[in-house]
């Protein structure tokens, strides 16, 4: 049973990536006419999850604005943190994540044009994503950082420390963060551990936001430990 799991799993995700692949192609020839990715993601992540038969619950604990920017802060144990964050986000955002992501075979290229790396190892690199991240904040894109850093944790659900990018950025922008949840991806598959897949619904909440205008680069111990306990309660 569980190898057919994994095949069906495999199978849908590459026949949903395999479909939207030339439109998402044809909207990375232009700048602007890169916004119409998100739309086409969507549609990816929601033929994925109908196919799986999964139900996907989310909650907002407030109002999101429309006009608002927001910086995404969810937990993260799993590579299917991915299509169900860009199943549940509303609005047009890109993840800053590892640039190994870039790398992987036909979904590297796109991943690329789209969302922000980064190198860890590199400090000119990380310097980089800084300020690529915060000039896409300020032209109006929300973000999606995992403030572990990566899959670090080892004891699920319990997380690992939060890094202090995320919150340095919020401050510097004056953007909120908005603390999120994900708290049954790594019952349905840990990592990328094939082995323990099982299909379970999931849900997704978006908690409260976290102001951040009137706070200088003095508090960003106190809201990344602020973000760290309002997800880990939910866990």
Known sequence: MIYLRFFWITFIFLIGFVFVR???????????????????SKIWAKFFYFCLGIHIKIKWKFEPDKNKVYIFCPNHFSY????????????????????????????????????????RSSLKDKYRT?????????????????????????????????KE????????????IVPVSLPDNWKMMPLFEWRKLRFCHQNIIFHQPIITENLTNNDIKNIAQLCFETIQKQL
């Open 22 to 40: 030339p439109f998402i192609w044809i909207v990375a020839q232009k700048k602007s006419w890169n916004h119409y990715y998100f739309f086409i």
């Open 80 to 119: 299917l943190d991915i299509p169900l964050l860009t199943y549940a986000i509303p609005k047009y955002f890109s993840f800053v994540g590892l640039s190994e992501l870039g790398k992987i075979f036909l979904f590297g290229y796109l991943y690329r044009k789209f969302h922000i790396l980064v190198d």
């Open 130 to 162: 800084y300020k690529d991240s915060i000039s896409a904040l300020q032209n109006g894109k929300s973000l999606v950082i995992f403030p572990e850093g990566g899959i670090w944790a080892t004891d699920f659900p319990k997380m690992a420390a939060f």
């Open 165 to 176: 990018g995320a919150f340095r950025m919020a401050i510097e922008s004056k953007v909120e």
